[in-house]
Nanobody
Framework: QVQLVESGGGLVQAGGSLSVSCAGS????????MGWFGQAPGKEREFVAA????????YYTDSVKGRFTISRDNAKNTLYLQMNSLKPEDTAVYYC????????????????WGKGTLVTVSS
């Protein structure tokens, strides 16, 4: 059974930094494309960032480019999202997701999802 477990969410002031992690199990993590998606209050879940199997390709939504960094450690089966210069509009539940297909661009669907971790940015 595939499990993706996010951690590291919390409350941070605008301009601050936060890192969230996702531990994967039950899948060949090193061969999974991985991504982060965010769901702001009252809105639909949206793409944030994605990374290819070996980390050679990354994609970001425009609003986080230059502020967020997605990375992975395949030896630890862990995905990361470093968030800097946070803004109140970054407030969302952040979901980790995995897909068995190669990452060729911004993903439109993912096979597996975590339960999410809440990031709240205060103004």
């Amino acid at each position: 059974q595939v499990q993706l477990v996010e951690s590291g969410g919390g409350l941070v002031q605008a301009g601050g930094s936060l890192s969230v992690s996702c531990a994967g199990s039950g899948l060949t993590f090193s061969m999974a494309s991985m991504g982060w998606f965010g769901q702001a209050p009252g809105k639909e879940r949206e793409f944030v960032a994605a990374i290819s199997w070996r980390g050679g390709r990354t994609y970001y939504t425009d609003s986080v480019k230059g502020r967020f960094t997605i990375s992975r450690d395949n030896a630890k089966n862990t995905l990361y999202l470093q968030m800097n210069s946070l803004k109140p509009e970054d407030t969302a539940v952040y979901y980790c997701a995995a897909d068995r297909r190669p990452l060729l661009g911004i993903p439109t669907g993912m096979d597996y999802w975590g339960k999410g971790t809440l990031v709240t940015v205060s103004s």
